[in-house]
């Protein structure tokens, strides 16, 4: 992410920074995850890339139902 940054690469920032996002998720850190994958989603809202917005979207879903207690309506409305 650092290199694409330095160089400034934009193309699949979006996906790079979920994928981080995902992986500190996996990793239990949810309020860091939350923060990266809050980013990744202000990152893809663009035209070209709806795509990533709806993965990013699912990943916001998950951290939802991971919360205690899990934030099952916030999830839902990710989720759609």
């Excluded at 193309?11 to 996002?21: E, F, T």
């Excluded at 949810?30 to 989603?41: H, I, Y």
């Excluded at 890339?49 to 139902?65: F, P």
Aim: glycine letters at 6%; aromatic letters at 2%.
């Amino acid at each position: 992410m650092q290199q694409a940054t330095t160089i400034k690469i934009q193309a699949g920032q979006s996906r790079r920074v979920a994928s981080l996002g995902e992986a500190v998720l996996l990793a239990g850190r949810l309020e860091e995850a939350l923060s990266l994958v809050q980013q990744a989603l202000d990152l893809a809202r663009t035209p070209q890339e709806q795509g990533n917005e709806a993965w990013i979207l699912r990943l916001l879903g998950d951290i939802a139902t991971r919360r205690k207690p899990s934030a099952i309506e916030e999830a839902a409305a990710h989720y759609r």
